[in-house]
């Protein structure tokens, strides 16, 4: 997706923690004409987690026949975007030729490195009917010396990525290696990337990394005396053994990694270098990226504010 404004960050809630627990953050739904928005990262308080430096939730967006998500062509550079679906379907074009549709499990991964342009919209036997897209996206910072690689698309469908039972929790491992399995999804630093269906009750060791959090997409959480409600995300100290418990049947997704530095973020532009950031927004103003293949007509214009 792209964003709306200069800015990246919205409005949420802020708690602080205690223990393994160094705040909650609670977004608030931004509308996006048609579905909502939740953006836990980046926020004032906390920008990144390890590689991840940009968290969406959008929806459960319900569009009537004839309509649905129609993002014009946008560009990205120096980071990666993760996209994965819970209900629906999105038609992925970029400047590369790829032409994609991402549908419920599969994993988009697009390596934005020196510069990439793509848009994401629907096919029209999606549209035809009435329909439901849910789902999250998020960003990866690329290290400093990836930042302007080729970039690249990689698409994993649903039965690629390892899925394990960890004491009766449904767990998938989509990106980096958690619970014995290791996903085959590209990774440029150490990166994790976990989805867990949990029954009100059932408790779950977390993976021990540099730097975790996790946000409940459906359902809730405890962690000791910390209670994680729906749509928040829970940011951990760096702590071994730690345990979540479910407090309601609960869908959550686990993201860490190694701390990748300051980064500076503008629009959809991410870089270790404001004045590669400025480099981008002149490029992009002056029409000087490449056009989406198969999508060359519409593009989304730098925001003024």
């Known amino acids: 997706m792209s964003t709306e ?13 205690c223990g393994a627990v160094d705040i909650v953050i609670k977004p608030r739904d931004k509308d996006l004409g048609g579905f909502s928005v939740r953006r836990s990262l980046p926020t004032k308080e906390r920008k990144m987690v390890g590689p991840w430096i940009f968290f ?23 980071l990666a975007t993760v996209t994965y679906l819970f209900e629906g379907e999105i038609l992925h074009r970029d400047s590369l030729g790829s032409y994609q549709t991402i549908t419920p499990g ?4 697009m390596v934005a490195g020196s510069g990439i342009v793509h848009s994401e919209r629907e096919r029209p036997e999606v549209t035809a009917s009435a329909h439901t ?5 998020l960003w990866l910072a690329l290290p400093e010396k990836d930042e302007e690689i080729d970039p690249a698309f990689y698409h994993y469908p649903n039965r690629t990525i390892p899925a394990v039972d960890v004491d009766g ?3 998938r491992v ?14 440029y630093a150490q990166t994790l990337y976990v989805e867990a269906f949990m029954k009100k009750g059932q408790r779950l060791t977390l993976p021990d990394c540099a730097e975790r959090a996790v946000y409940v997409a459906k359902g809730g959480l405890r962690l000791k005396d910390t209670v994680v409600p729906e749509h928040a995300m829970v940011v951990l100290h ?3 053994g730690v345990e979540i418990e479910a407090t309601a049947d609960s869908r959550i997704a686990l993201i860490g990694g190694e701390n990748m530095g300051k980064r500076f973020i503008e629009w959809n532009f991410i870089s270790s270098r404001k004045e590669r950031i400025e480099q981008a927004k002149q490029d992009w103003m002056a029409d000087r990226f490449a056009k989406v293949v198969g999508d060359e007509e519409e593009f989304i214009p730098y925001p003024v504010n």
């Open 133 to 137: 897209l849910h789902g999250l996206q």
């Open 174 to 187: 989509l990106m980096g290696s958690a619970y014995g399995q290791t996903s085959p999804v590209k990774t």
């Open 238 to 240: 760096q702590a071994a």
């Open 5 to 17: 404004t200069k800015t990246d960050e919205l409005d949420c809630d802020i708690d602080s923690g």
């Open 169 to 171: 929790v449904a767990v």
């Open 56 to 78: 969406d939730h959008m929806g459960p967006a319900k569009f009537a026949a004839g309509s649905g998500i129609n993002v014009r062509p946008h560009p990205h550079i120096n």
């Open 106 to 109: 599969d994993i988009n991964l």
